[in-house]
């Protein structure tokens, strides 16, 4: 795992964040927030294994339990405790199965999910709108900004999209080279939305978390953060008006967000 630290020495006054990117991205995408943070913050931040300079041997594990080892992996690395988790995209998916986690307590004191949802939450929702005819506009919603996941399961067309002209014009568009991740992190999706079996087991969440919703966002219905407050103890949720990589077209709005969530970080 390709593991980078920003900013100050750790301490009792220095707040530690942790931030997990999404795909096809790799950690880079958090270098204008990082930029913000450095001065006032211990910031962590690592490439999964589906992405950057972190490598796994073929055909490699890429189940949601092995990812959120990996993030549990880095902590104990690091030596960090008391962190501030911060996920986007896939990496909010992972942060929300490691808050459920026994082995967050006494690590992880807070977590800010950005643009990516727990999957049983997802599922769950998916399935009570379906049941509902009154909520059928707002399922059919949601299914059809998820198109992309049912592409991504097909064999070798994802693939060849990317390789053809897709990377190109994430590229260009975000203003950053991805690389071969946007194909490697492929196996996200295949490990992970054929079947639940790989899941973690659920569990009620009673650390903080904020739940940052963009409005903009093409892939995520701004519903999905209903019925939350079910299983989250202390739920905050921020709606901005932006698309789904705030993080990297706002890095100061990210930054003063996470300066104002609890003590520092």
Do not use: C
Not at 67 to 74: E, G, K, P, R
Not at 245 to 264: C, F, I, M
Request: proline residues 8%.
């Amino acid at each position: 795992m390709a593991v980078v630290e920003y900013g100050r020495q750790p301490g009792p006054d220095v707040p530690t964040l942790l931030l997990v990117h999404g795909y096809p991205d790799d950690h880079r995408v958090f270098l204008p927030v990082i930029r913000e943070l450095a001065a006032t913050h211990h910031v962590v931040a690592y490439d999964t294994r589906n992405a950057g300079a972190s490598v796994v041997g073929s055909p490699g594990d890429f189940s949601l339990a092995t990812l959120v080892d990996d993030l549990f992996a880095v902590l104990d690395a690091v030596g960090a405790a008391g962190v501030h988790l911060v996920g986007h995209d896939w990496g909010s998916i992972q942060g929300w199965a490691a808050v459920q986690d026994p082995r967050a307590a006494g690590v992880i004191r807070r977590y800010t999910s950005i643009s990516g949802p727990d999957l049983r939450h997802f599922s769950r929702w998916v399935r009570s709108r379906l049941r509902d005819p009154r909520s059928w506009r707002q399922a059919a919603g949601q299914l059809l900004r998820s198109w992309y996941i049912a592409a991504f399961l097909v064999p070798v067309l994802p693939e060849a999209a990317w390789r053809l002209f897709l990377t190109r014009r994430y590229e260009r568009g975000a203003k950053r080279s991805v690389g071969n991740d946007p194909v490697r992190g492929l196996a996200l999706y295949r490990s992970n939305f054929r079947s639940a079996r790989n899941w973690p087991a659920p569990a009620r969440v009673a650390m903080p978390v904020q739940v940052v919703v963009p409005l903009r966002d093409p892939f995520l219905s701004p519903h999905l953060v209903e019925g939350l407050e079910a299983w989250v103890d202390d739920l905050r949720v921020v709606r901005v008006d932006s698309g789904h990589w705030w993080p990297a077209t706002r890095p100061a709005e990210l930054a003063a967000l996470l300066r104002n969530s609890g003590a520092g970080g």
